[in-house]
């Protein structure tokens, strides 16, 4: 075989290998934020056309009344509520479903289903993709003590304070999703009884999935949406 035959091979095969790369590089940055864009924004209109569809009953003593819901299971893969974090964007509204599934995660946040109810005594727990299929969690590390978690299902507004920054931590840890959250690291502060908790968690590096970003909030307030969006969203 001739030299110019060899280097005409192998220009050939790294222009096929850089074209692979490229298409994968775009199909994972751009196409997929594509599809999650179209996924969550017919989860979120699902979710409020049932609303108005089939409303639930009025929330006049949330959280009280949401514990009378505490056994009912959510359906797999089907929406639960609508989240807005503000400090993510004035825009950024994501559907939450049930189920942590790969295919659940492409259409929107995911519920562990493990996990307490919206509201409810117990931990409400919500995983979310750091990049790709909309990049959701994105910007999981700018979120700060005091910042406003906000969810509705379609009756009741219920806005979650975070407690402290977000954890970095392993995937075996599960105590961060536990009832009363709580670390596996020893000198990582957890919570000290049982309340209305929410976790959020997220892949960690941004490109990467070896370790979780993880934080905590609790229950600040809550009321029917027929007194408006909560002074979180307003203000």
């Known amino acids: 075989m001739s030299v110019r035959l060899v280097v005409r091979t192998l220009s050939e095969l790294c222009i096929t290998v850089g074209t692979v790369?490229?298409?994968?590089?775009?199909?994972?940055?751009?196409?997929?934020?594509i599809k999650a864009d179209s996924a969550t924004a017919a989860q979120v209109d699902l979710l409020r056309r049932a609303w108005v569809d089939q409303p639930l009953p009025p929330a006049t003593k949330a959280?009280?009344?949401t514990e009378t819901?505490?056994?009912?299971?959510?359906?797999?893969?089907?929406g639960i509520a609508v989240m807005y974090v503000p400090r993510l964007g004035e825009?950024?509204?994501?559907?939450?479903?049930?189920?942590?599934?790969?295919?659940?995660?492409?259409?929107?946040?995911?519920h562990y289903a493990s996990t307490a109810r919206l509201g409810a005594t117990g931990n409400f727990a919500v995983a979310g993709h750091r990049r790709t299929y909309g990049d959701p969690f994105k910007d999981f590390p700018s979120l700060r003590p005091g910042d406003a978690v906000v969810l509705t299902d379609g009756a009741t507004w219920y806005?979650?304070?975070?407690?402290?920054k977000p954890y970095r931590t392993v995937p075996t840890d599960t105590g961060v999703i536990a009832p009363v959250p709580r670390p596996l690291r020893k000198n990582a502060a957890g919570f000290?009884?049982?309340?209305?908790?929410?976790?959020?968690?997220?892949?960690?590096?941004?490109?990467?999935?070896?370790?979780r970003l993880i934080v905590w909030a609790h229950?600040?307030?809550?009321?029917?949406?027929?007194?408006?969006?909560?002074?979180?969203?307003?203000g």
């Open 21 to 33: 790369i490229v298409l994968f590089v775009v199909h994972v940055m751009f196409w997929t934020g």
């Open 63 to 65: 959280p009280e009344a």
């Open 69 to 78: 819901l505490a056994s009912r299971p959510y359906a797999a893969g089907k």
């Open 91 to 110: 825009d950024w509204e994501w559907p939450v479903l049930e189920g942590t599934a790969p295919a659940t995660l492409k259409k929107g946040l995911g």
């Open 159 to 164: 806005t979650y304070r975070i407690e402290r």
């Open 192 to 211: 000290d009884g049982p309340g209305r908790y929410l976790t959020l968690t997220t892949c960690e590096p941004e490109w990467g999935s070896s370790h």
């Open 219 to 234: 229950l600040d307030a809550t009321q029917p949406v027929t007194q408006g969006k909560p002074p979180s969203l307003t």
